[in-house]
């Protein structure tokens, strides 16, 4: 018979929650997992071109190849998942959490955690959260749906296709696409410079002939009942559209990819902290948040650009937990890790200067940066220092820091770029 109380549970059964699942288990805490949708391995299950597991296996994978690893792993632990299982209410309760759930098999129930790692993942942002102007015709997707359409369904949703965004899942979809048979007319970006990473720009438009247009948005959709053009629009530095300079890209599709955002609502009623420049909570290095015993990680805590670094947060996140659970580490000693110059934001937001071993810091700088340099000062001292050939937004940087450099009396924490 399952438990219904735990150490640990985990919201989320993508690569972070399955990451954070395994590490709470071997640090022997007793773990469970929460899944809405029918099989473990969130979006991993929709992405089959390769290049995951780089850094962590070392190995060039598709996506349910690196998910597929994970949920071995768990059910080899025997780590119980909760599938087709929704959250109700989450509440904070005498020495831990109590959660109300609803699935088909157990109808509404109960579990109650010491601890619990939200690993919820991201959403995407929609037409109307860019405010398109037109009406609603069929034909109008995000760049994630379009994935699941194809690759999970086999449906092909339009035969002539405008992709709003140079986001990675745009970019691989646009190639896609036109392995598919479809044509892709272009990829519009309305910031100067492109948002996914190089590789993908290489390999998704450049070797497949697809044009990139810079500096250039989407501000009307045309058609009533089906899409059957755009407007196309080009845009100053303010990022304010040249009405007078417009043109009509004729199509069938138009594919929003136009980044993500951390999901965050179901934990929202016990008044977690959220960094506004990540959209997720503020945290430590352990990935605890300001409520004692909730730790978040993979996107739901930022979005990441490679899923290795999603997996290395949930284990983490897990193995916090699992200490937490176990009544250490609960003293801290919380210090802002302040941030200069050129960086777009650094998580974790602050440090528990009680806590010893390595600090993970991810960052990403505001702008593209040749010969950049990082370094991290603490009380006026230059702790660590790192060099880049060149630092860009869509590409996250890893740097890890030596606490055994940071005083438990230290004042001011700062990273430069």
């Given at each position: 018979?399952?438990?219904?109380?735990?150490?640990?549970?985990?919201?989320?059964?993508?690569?972070?929650?399955?990451?954070?699942?395994?590490?709470?288990?071997?640090?022997?805490?007793?773990?469970?997992?929460?899944?809405?949708?029918?099989?473990?391995?969130?979006?991993?299950?929709?992405?089959?071109?390769?290049?995951?597991?780089?850094?962590?296996?070392?190995?060039?994978?598709?996506?349910?190849?690196?998910?597929?690893?994970?949920?071995?792993?768990?059910?080899?632990?025997?780590?119980?998942?909760?599938?087709?299982?929704?959250?109700?209410?989450?509440?904070?309760?005498?020495?831990?959490?109590?959660?109300?759930?609803?699935?088909?098999?157990?109808?509404?129930?109960?579990?109650?955690?010491?601890?619990?790692?939200?690993?919820?993942?991201?959403?995407?942002?929609?037409?109307?959260?860019?405010?398109?102007?037109?009406?609603?015709?069929?034909?109008?997707?995000?760049?994630?749906?379009?994935?699941?359409?194809?690759?999970?369904?086999?449906?092909?949703?339009?035969?002539?296709?405008?992709?709003?965004?140079?986001?990675?899942?745009?970019?691989?979809?646009?190639?896609?696409?036109?392995?598919?048979?479809?044509?892709?007319?272009?990829?519009?970006?309305?910031?100067?410079?492109?948002?996914?990473?190089?590789?993908?720009?290489?390999?998704?438009?450049?070797?497949?002939?697809?044009?990139?247009?810079l500096s250039t948005t989407v501000t009307e959709v045309l058609?009533?009942?089906?899409?059957?053009?755009?407007?196309?629009?080009?845009?100053?530095?303010?990022?304010?559209?040249?009405?007078?300079?417009?043109?009509?890209?004729?199509?069938?599709?138009?594919?929003?990819?136009?980044?993500?955002?951390?999901?965050?609502?179901?934990?929202?009623?016990?008044?977690?902290?959220?960094?506004?420049?990540?959209?997720?909570?503020?945290?430590?290095?352990?990935?605890?948040?300001?409520?004692?015993?909730?730790?978040?990680?993979?996107?739901?805590?930022?979005?990441?650009?490679?899923?290795?670094?999603?997996?290395?947060?949930?284990?983490?996140?897990?193995?916090?937990?699992?200490?937490?659970?176990?009544?250490?580490?609960?003293?801290?000693?919380?210090?802002?890790?302040?941030?200069?110059?050129?960086?777009?934001?650094?998580?974790?937001?602050?440090?528990?200067?009680?806590?010893?071993?390595?600090?993970?810091?991810?960052?990403?700088?505001?702008?593209?940066?040749?010969?950049?340099?990082?370094?991290?000062?603490?009380?006026?001292?230059?702790?660590?220092?790192?060099?880049?050939?060149?630092?860009?937004?869509?590409?996250?940087?890893?740097?890890?820091?030596?606490?055994?450099?940071?005083?438990?009396?230290?004042?001011?924490?700062?990273?430069?770029?």
């Amino acid at each position: 018979m399952v438990s219904n109380t735990w150490d640990v549970i985990v919201i989320g059964a993508g690569p972070a929650g399955l990451a954070a699942a395994i590490a709470a288990h071997q640090a022997g805490a007793s773990v469970c997992l929460v899944e809405r949708e029918s099989r473990p391995g969130g979006i991993l299950k929709q992405c089959i071109h390769d290049g995951f597991g780089l850094i962590r296996y070392a190995e060039k994978l598709t996506g349910p190849e690196y998910a597929w690893r994970d949920i071995e792993e768990v059910r080899r632990l025997r780590i119980p998942i909760y599938t087709e299982t929704f959250l109700l209410q989450l509440h904070r309760e005498a020495g831990g959490f109590a959660l109300t759930l609803q699935n088909q098999e157990l109808a509404v129930f109960q579990l109650s955690a010491r601890a619990l790692v939200a690993a919820t993942g991201c959403r995407e942002r929609t037409s109307r959260q860019v405010r398109i102007h037109g009406q609603r015709p069929a034909g109008i997707y995000t760049a994630g749906t379009v994935q699941h359409l194809i690759n999970i369904e086999g449906y092909l949703p339009g035969r002539r296709c405008v992709i709003l965004g140079s986001g990675d899942i745009g970019l691989i979809m646009a190639r896609r696409l036109v392995l598919e048979g479809a044509q892709v007319e272009g990829v519009y970006e309305i910031k100067g410079e492109p948002s996914g990473l190089t590789r993908n720009l290489v390999q998704c438009l450049q070797d497949y002939n697809i044009p990139l247009h810079l500096s250039t948005t989407v501000t009307e959709v045309l058609g009533k009942e089906r899409v059957e053009g755009v407007r196309v629009c080009p845009v100053d530095e303010e990022m304010q559209p040249q009405l007078g300079s417009s043109r009509i890209v004729p199509c069938d599709t138009l594919i929003i990819s136009v980044g993500l955002i951390p999901e965050n609502d179901i934990h929202a009623p016990l008044g977690v902290e959220l960094d506004s420049r990540t959209s997720g909570p503020a945290v430590d290095q352990r990935l605890s948040t300001n409520v004692p015993g909730l730790f978040s990680c993979g996107n739901a805590l930022h979005v990441n650009d490679l899923v290795d670094y999603v997996s290395e947060s949930g284990a983490t996140a897990g193995l916090a937990a699992a200490q937490y659970a176990q009544g250490q580490g609960v003293t801290k000693v919380h210090l802002d890790l302040l941030t200069q110059g050129d960086i777009l934001y650094a998580v974790p937001s602050r440090l528990d200067l009680l806590v010893g071993g390595e600090a993970v810091i991810y960052l990403r700088s505001s702008r593209t940066i040749h010969n950049a340099q990082v370094d991290l000062i603490v009380d006026g001292v230059t702790v660590l220092t790192k060099k880049y050939s060149v630092l860009r937004p869509p590409e996250m940087e890893r740097i890890s820091l030596d606490m055994a450099k940071v005083a438990a009396e230290a004042r001011e924490v700062i990273l430069r770029v």
